[in-house]
């Protein structure tokens, strides 16, 4: 524990003060994730693209890739792409999809892939997807995200006043560009997963948020003549701890599934431990300076009472 007494104790710094170097890296990040959106797109999976995934095992050893492509090559497939998985070599994962790219096509083409490779390999996984499939759980996985945002707007802008809400908003919508563009940059597959993760990051983003809001709140209410400037950071700090701790516990794990959860889990894991980083800083950076441009006080006294609502 004594590693971590930095983290635990109270601290006094001075968060705001870096806030326009956060802006410009922020500004520059999303910049950077909207055009590699805009220029490479993504790396759609089977579940999306359409075609089949196969994973198999070599019986006999380390397998030799060129040989397996060789081989798959006489079948003159759409897309054919062979990866080795693990340091054994001993596993191959196969994507494939057939010129038509219908469902038929694709179980004649698994079919095929099967008999050439014989009794050398065993197959662990195989998927197949057909594009009208595809093109419905892409559909699908982008009307999750959007209704996802609607209701975490909902209930930001129910749970605090509005220049709250609109700085959760920012600081959720900063996240969720940023990591998606990285997943662009990288080329790591989107598929249904990696929606899954995107959804989890966006809970993770708001709640992170929603905490330091509810101490900024507590300190408006405490503390009536300190100045706003110092007053936020006083919120930031007195939640710093609870943040980083929090953040370090969820990273051991996404690190670990990053690492060791192999290729179906990559994506995931990916989203989950960039989205902390990136959650974090923006809880910090993003979500709070925005309410310096703000007269908190004046809202406070128009209000009467309670500045954010009925919470």
């Known amino acids: 524990m004594k590693m971590f007494k930095w983290i635990i104790k109270d ?37 999306f693209s359409g075609g089949a995934l196969i994973d198999v095992r070599s019986k006999n050893g380390p397998v030799d890739v060129e040989k397996v492509r060789s081989q798959l090559s006489a079948l003159k497939l759409d897309e054919l792409t062979l990866q080795s998985i693990g340091n054994s070599n001993e596993q191959l994962m196969i994507r494939a ?93 989107f598929s249904l ?8 990051l966006a809970g ?15 300190n408006l209410q405490k503390f009536k003549k300190m100045p706003q400037y110092d007053l936020l950071n006083k919120s930031i700090n007195d939640i710093f701890s609870r943040t980083i701790l929090t953040s370090l516990t969820t990273l051991l794990a996404s690190v670990a599934l990053l690492v060791f959860g192999g290729d179906a889990l990559r994506s995931f894991a990916f989203v989950i431990t960039a989205g902390v980083v990136i959650g974090t800083f923006s809880s910090i950076y993003v979500a709070v300076p925005i309410l310096n441009f703000f007269d908190l006080r004046a809202v406070a006294r128009e209000e009467d009472i309670n500045p954010f609502g009925n919470a």
């Open 97 to 189: 999809q057939a010129n038509n790219a219908d469902e038929e096509s694709q179980r004649i083409a698994v079919n095929q892939i099967k008999e050439i490779l014989g009794n050398d390999f065993t197959f662990e996984r195989v998927e197949s997807v057909g594009p009208q499939v595809g093109d419905e759980l892409k559909k699908s996985g982008i009307l999750a995200c959007i209704f996802a945002c609607v209701a975490i707007s909902l209930y930001v802008g129910f749970r605090f006043e509005w220049r709250f809400a609109l700085g959760a908003l920012l600081g959720l919508f900063h996240d969720i560009i940023i990591v998606v563009g990285l997943l662009s940059m990288f080329h790591f597959e």
């Open 193 to 200: 997963t990696t929606i899954a993760a995107i959804l989890t």
């Open 204 to 218: 993770y983003s708001v709640n992170d948020t929603v905490v330091t809001y509810d101490r900024i709140r507590e």
């Open 11 to 47: 601290t006094t710094i001075d968060f705001l003060k870096g806030r326009k170097i956060a802006y410009a890296f922020s500004i520059l990040m999303i910049v950077v994730s909207i055009v590699s959106i805009a220029i490479k797109g993504f790396n759609y999976g089977i579940d």
